[in-house]
């Protein structure tokens, strides 16, 4: 059966440093893999959807970057966090019409 | 463009009453229609779809939906709520562009039980 995997759950991490969220999936080939993120009170916003490897695609302009280095791996970065990316974050995949979540990371950015 | 309104961000009801949270679309061509749970600090977790096919949807935990095209309804029920049921729930649109699925997520219902 397919299972995604993201990891950390939590993090706590300083204005103005780095950020690598990892997710990956198994059980499945080619997903379409998502990045949503999900801001206190907010409903779920898309951030990033990849159609394969080496293909990102960006929902809205912020300090985030995705990247996609393997069929079932997708990373989500930052290379200077800011106090407005605070939020729950969640990687998904899609198979036919259903989309399928990992367990979500919460970023606490102090 | 595509998109999933949710009427009321918070649903207060009394254990046993009917539950009733609201969503209406937006799409220009059929929609896949969706409603997702949420426990706190967890992911989503599918609780009923539309694809095509009947229109009145059963899912899991005794809940179930309904769409109505004419109206661009997918509204989500239980006719008896239970304490456990206290959630956010989320409502979604899939639609099929350039080969992929790309899903639009409603701002969410955060649904309070109380005794």
């Known amino acids: 059966s397919q299972t995604i995997h993201q990891w950390p759950a939590t993090l706590v991490q300083p204005v103005g440093s780095p950020l690598s969220l990892e997710c990956t999936v198994e059980?499945?080939?080619?997903?379409?893999l998502y990045w949503y993120r999900q801001a206190a009170g907010r409903g779920l916003q898309l951030l990033f959807y990849s159609v394969g490897i080496g293909q990102i695609s960006s929902e809205v302009p912020q300090n985030l970057s995705a990247s996609r280095p393997q069929d079932r791996q997708f990373i989500l970065s930052s290379k200077k966090l800011l106090l407005s990316d605070s939020g729950f974050y969640l990687c998904?995949?899609?198979?036919?019409?259903?989309?399928?979540f990992g367990q979500g990371t919460r970023l606490t950015v102090v | 463009a595509q998109s999933v309104t949710q009427l009321g961000s918070h649903v207060s009801v009394s254990e046993g009453a009917l539950v009733l949270l609201r969503c209406n679309y937006s799409s220009s061509v059929p929609p896949y229609l969706f409603w997702y749970v949420q426990y706190p600090n967890q992911g989503l977790q599918l609780l009923l779809k539309?694809?095509?096919?009947?229109?009145l949807v059963k899912g899991i935990n005794g809940f179930e939906a309904e769409f109505k095209k004419s109206e661009t309804s997918f509204h989500l029920t239980k006719p008896s709520a239970h304490m456990s049921d206290a959630a956010e729930y989320f409502c979604a649109v899939t639609y099929i562009s350039g080969g992929y699925n790309k899903l639009i997520f409603g701002a969410g219902t955060r649904l309070a039980v109380h005794p």
């Open positions: 539309y694809t095509t096919g009947a229109t």
């Open positions: 059980g499945t080939s080619n997903p379409n």
């Open positions: 998904a995949w899609t198979g036919g019409t259903e989309a399928f």
